[in-house]
């Protein structure tokens, strides 16, 4: 079963539209991990068997596993884990990659053979033929920057581009020609609801990554309301701080549990 | 010494605007190399041993390391080796990172802390708070994406917005409100000479990296009639594959030298 039918079929079996982040920052770990060699692993996998109930996937942030020596391994072995523990949960590598096609062909091994994920997050800024070697795994997702939730989203995503803005554009040429094998997705920052509206027009039913609630202060009604689908799906809603961080305590993985199952509610509330 | 002075003194010291990219691929190494467990080091450190007084740079490009196990530390050896023996050529991480800030950041450890490289290249379609944290690191260079040199490159970066095409908002912002420490340079593909001139007339003196010759097809003398500063200087040309795998016999060393020297003349001739 390819990424998107996996992605549909949790959201229903799981009633979760959550998308739990894996963004692992030892500075922020409870203290029974300070001497743990393999801390970015022991704690990416007591939050994640914490949370796994009320998520519908799992998006490991590359970049924290990739600062640190080891860190690729850490990140092997947590996927490894992920599929084995829950091969009904999706599990996103947000990578944002973007190369030349024999360079993206690298990135797309790397991702999908080498870290075994169902889906990774791509920049469509270098075009077509760089997304090619990705687009080509068409059993794994394929999750474009279309509106991201930063403040410098506004910089060049919003210029007008002929009428629209470059973001619209964007979710447009993907939807209509790119998404040939209907393994594309596009992430949308939640910091954004018109634009999230707006991209929802065009895109039909094609599912969104959203990040930004939480610490980026997202609001998760608006999201919900301009984002998901008529049948209330289309939405992965990540969050990662508020629940990895949720108690730095020695419960910080039961703490994690009830922020995920109350952000998961909060969702469902307003589907 | 910053990176921009450190490429600049090079630039002058080996009288060369080459730079030597290392994209290994086993699958065209000579056959010494077959059961080689540090086969993309010792490949890498007898090219770059071989090409180093014709290089203004080396670039290794982190997709053909971060497809195998064990090849970061691998790229960890070989950027330790560079740095040790050739102090005085900048080495850039090609990576094409790009994301929100708080992950900009582990990206910018990434690459200048833990693989020590003098410069990173980067994707600007996050804006300017996800470039940030790279530009913080004031001695080290940022090299955004601008124009690339793949086909793809004409699906958004052409755009029009607001009378110029996209990479030129982006070449015209970086140049004007992002480079206030002086560490920017940008990505031009060698495959566009019309559109490297047009860029060249917006940025100054900033220096390029310029990727496509060779195998994709650039031609040098449009390259450096249309991107060389007025002292003939200002660009790092690109080439990988040409030196990389100029020869796949015993003699794949002497062959890269010969091909780089090559090169480097080829270039002086347009100077």
Same sequence: chains 1, 2.
Avoid at 158 to 167: A, H, K, M, T
Avoid at 168 to 177: F, H, K, N
Avoid at 222 to 249: F, H, K, P, Q, W
Wanted: hydrophobic letters at 40%; charged letters at 25%; glycine letters at 8%.
């Amino acid at each position: 079963m390819g990424f998107i039918d996996k992605l549909r079929a949790r959201w229903q079996q799981a009633d979760s539209l959550l998308c739990v982040g894996l963004d692992p920052d030892p500075a922020k770990f409870p203290d029974r991990f300070v001497d743990d060699d393999d801390a970015l692993f022991n704690f990416c996998r007591d939050i994640s068997d914490a949370t796994a109930e009320y998520a519908c996937a799992f998006k490991p942030q590359i970049a924290y596993f990739a600062a640190h020596n080891g860190g690729e391994a850490q990140l092997q072995r947590l996927i490894a884990h992920l599929n084995a523990e829950y091969p009904d949960i999706p599990v996103i590598l947000d990578a944002k990659r973007g190369d030349i096609g024999s360079t993206a062909q690298q990135y797309a091994c790397e991702a999908f053979e080498r870290f075994g994920a169902d889906a990774v997050t791509l920049n469509p800024y270098m075009g077509r033929d760089s997304a090619d070697p990705f687009l080509q795994y068409n059993d794994r997702g394929c999750i474009f920057l279309c509106h991201t939730s930063n403040p410098g989203a506004r910089d060049f995503q919003e210029l007008d581009v002929g009428g629209e803005p470059l973001y619209l554009r964007i979710a447009r040429t993907i939807a209509r020609d790119w998404n040939t094998d209907g393994n594309c997705a596009l992430v949308v920052g939640a910091t954004y609801p018109q634009e999230l509206r707006a991209i929802r027009a065009v895109v039909g039913d094609m599912p969104l990554l959203i990040p930004g609630v939480g610490a980026q202060g997202g609001d998760v009604q608006a999201v919900v309301e301009n984002g998901a689908t008529a049948d209330g799906t289309g939405l992965m809603i990540n969050a990662s701080r508020g629940i990895l961080y949720a108690s730095r305590d020695a419960d910080y993985a039961e703490a994690a549990a009830r922020a995920a199952r109350t952000l998961r509610d909060t969702i469902n509330r307003w589907r």
